[in-house]
C-alpha cells in the first residue's frame, strides 16, 4: 500500500485564531485520500474546535512527538493529535526536524507571534528564521500566492533602513532562482508569463533623480538574470499592483516586507493567500495573515487561507515525490 502523505498542522498562539481555522478547515476539507494529518495545538485549545474536527474525523491524542509514529497508519479518517505543554515555537522546531529526516512531507503553520517565540528563548523572531536554522540553508524567500496575483520578497523582516544594503547581488539573484521555484508550480498558461521586478525608489529612481539604486545596482544584476529567467522591470512601485497589470506577470518580486504585502494583503485580505518558504529542503505552506488575538473564541475568523495553505501542501507533497525528489 502507497505510503500516506504525512500533513503535519501547527495551530501557532494559544489565544490566538490559529485552532479556530485550523478545525474549521479541517471540518471543511475531511479526510483527503491517501493523507495524515498531525495536529499540534495547546491544551488551552477550545473544546469547541475540537468537536469540529471530531465531527469528520476520529481524533488520537498523544501529548508528545515520538508517540506519534506507534499511530502512523494508512487510515485518513484518522487524525493524530498532540496536545502539548511545549511553547508553540517548539512544535515549529520539532517539525522542521522530522521534515529533514522525512517523516513528514510537509508542515502547514497558523499564525505564531514574534514576541510568543521570543519569550520562549528563541533567537529567531519567524517561523522562517526557525526553518532556517534547523535546515541550514541561507537563501529562503517569503512568497505568497493569491487569486489575483503572486509575490515574493526579496529581503525578510528587515527595517527599511537596512532594505538597500541587504540588497546585494548575491540575494537579488538568489531570490529570482527561489521565484522560479514558485513559477515552476504554477499552471502551464501562468508559467509563460515574465516574472516583474518591482523597483525600490519612487518611480523607480526616475533616472536617478530619485535615487541611484535602479540605475547603477539593479538594471546590471537584471541583464544577467534575463539570460536564464524571464522577467521585466524595474515597475514604478506604485504603478506596478494596478490590476490591469495582475494578469501580465506569473509573480512580482519586491525588494522589502511591506512593498509586497501591503498590496498582497489589501487585495486578498483573509479570504485567500497561501504564504510558502522558497529554498528550504522541504515543503512549509501558512496562512497570509496574523494570530488576531482581538476576535479569539469569537467564531469570527475565515478558515479560507489555511484551507488553501492545506490543500496546497498536499499538492506539493504529491507533486515531489512524484518526481522523486
Known amino acids: 500500500m502507497t505510503k500516506p502523505y504525512r500533513i503535519a498542522i501547527t495551530t501557532g498562539d494559544a489565544d490566538g485564531i490559529g485552532s479556530e481555522i485550523t478545525a474549521k478547515a479541517l471540518s471543511k476539507l475531511g479526510p483527503q485520500k491517501n493523507v495524515k494529518f498531525i495536529l499540534w495545538r495547546s491544551k488551552r485549545c477550545p473544546q469547541k474546535h475540537l468537536r469540529m474536527i471530531d ?115 548575491t540575494v537579488i539573484k538568489n531570490t529570482f532562482e527561489n521565484a522560479q521555484l514558485l513559477v515552476d508550480q504554477l499552471p502551464a498558461k501562468q508559467r509563460k508569463k515574465p516574472m516583474a521586478l518591482v523597483g525600490l525608489n519612487p518611480h523607480a529612481g526616475e533616472k536617478g533623480l530619485i535615487g541611484k539604486f535602479e540605475s547603477e545596482n539593479l538594471k546590471p544584476i537584471l541583464s544577467q538574470i534575463k539570460k536564464k529567467h524571464s522577467v521585466e522591470g524595474p515597475l514604478v512601485p506604485d504603478a506596478a499592483f494596478f490590476e490591469d497589470n495582475w494578469k501580465k506577470y506569473s509573480t512580482y518580486v519586491c525588494l522589502y516586507h511591506d512593498q509586497g504585502l501591503i498590496p498582497f494583503k489589501m487585495i486578498h485580505g483573509q479570504d485567500s493567500g497561501v504564504h510558502l518558504t522558497l529554498g528550504l529542503p522541504f515543503i512549509r505552506t501558512s496562512v497570509d495573515h496574523g494570530t488576531a488575538k482581538n476576535i479569539f473564541g469569537k467564531n469570527k475568523a475565515n478558515p479560507n487561507s489555511m484551507i488553501e495553505a492545506v490543500d496546497w501542501a498536499i499538492k506539493l507533497a504529491k507533486r515531489k515525490r512524484n518526481k522523486g525528489l
Open 55 to 169: 465531527s469528520k474525523f476520529h481524533r488520537e491524542t498523544v501529548k508528545s512527538w515520538p508517540e506519534v509514529f506507534d499511530l502512523i497508519n494508512n487510515n485518513s479518517s484518522e487524525i493524530i493529535d498532540i496536545c502539548s505543554s511545549r511553547n508553540a515555537a517548539h512544535w515549529v522546531e520539532v517539525c522542521a526536524k522530522a521534515a529533514m529526516y522525512n517523516h513528514i512531507d510537509a508542515i502547514v503553520t497558523s499564525p505564531l507571534s514574534k514576541t510568543t517565540i521570543v519569550k520562549s528563548g528563541y533567537k529567531e523572531i519567524g517561523h522562517t528564521e526557525i526553518f532556517q536554522k534547523v535546515a541550514k540553508v541561507k537563501n529562503v524567500n517569503m512568497a505568497f500566492l493569491g487569486k489575483s496575483f503572486n509575490v515574493v520578497l526579496a529581503t525578510p523582516h528587515v527595517a527599511l533602513k537596512d532594505v538597500e544594503k541587504k540588497l546585494t547581488e
